[in-house]
């Protein structure tokens, strides 16, 4: 309460950018006010992520890739994920307590579709409301593939009926199939090998990185370049692009100020 009204306060005599204002105040009172929960019921549910060595891009024969995903060995370590992209409820619950702008609700499903309309900025902030962060491009691409090399965790081919994205663009000669043309609750499709759902398609899902051509002498837990770039990064395609967007190596690049109605994020936090 006590920071909501002093958000307000700075909002109103200042007129500046709440997100702005929010992330700057965010990092600086939460910890002096006590850390905030979520109810029981719109609790973080996590999956616990072993370390390890993988090959993060793709290799050059493969189908739809782009000239971005150059392959280079990367170090992970030990760390807990989201088992799903963050769900309407849990979103608009931070608004509530923190008097954060709820994002535009138009075309958006309520209850446990994941919350879209969401910038870089927005993730951010429930992030670190709730003591967590977003993850690092390579956390997240070592999470989608779960131990695979091929581009998808299913092999080198998806249907609609197993990941939410537009069938009817399908990848690798594969056949079309169809498209639901909006996202669907998380977790509706089976998870991938380490139990974690919808790492493929449903919504795009902003990460910490700003895009930028891989540093690949960077190998241990990479964070990307430090210095301000312009773009910042999605991952995993959604239900509006076609399979080659959807593949674990693609690298979705915008400017953090960007939302949609198939952008969403997901939360992770080191051990
Ligand atoms: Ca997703
Ligand atoms: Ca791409």
Redesign the pocket.
Known sequence: MLFTLFLKLILEYNHLNMSKVYLLLSTILLPLIGKTQLPEKLQIQWVEIPGGTFTMGSPTIEIG??T??VEHEVVISPFMVSKYEITYDQFIFFCKATGYKKPTSEDQEKGNHPIVNVDWNDAVAFSNWIGCRLLTEAEWEYVCRSGTNTPFYYGDKITSDQVNFDGNYPYNQSPKSSSKGKPVPVGSYKPNKWGVHDMHGNVWEWVSDWYAVYNIDDRNNPKGPQDSKLERIGRGGSFYEGG??N?C?????QIPTTFGTNIGFRVAKSL
């Open positions: 890739r782009d971005d995903e080659n967007e593949r190596a693609d690298r979705g690049a």
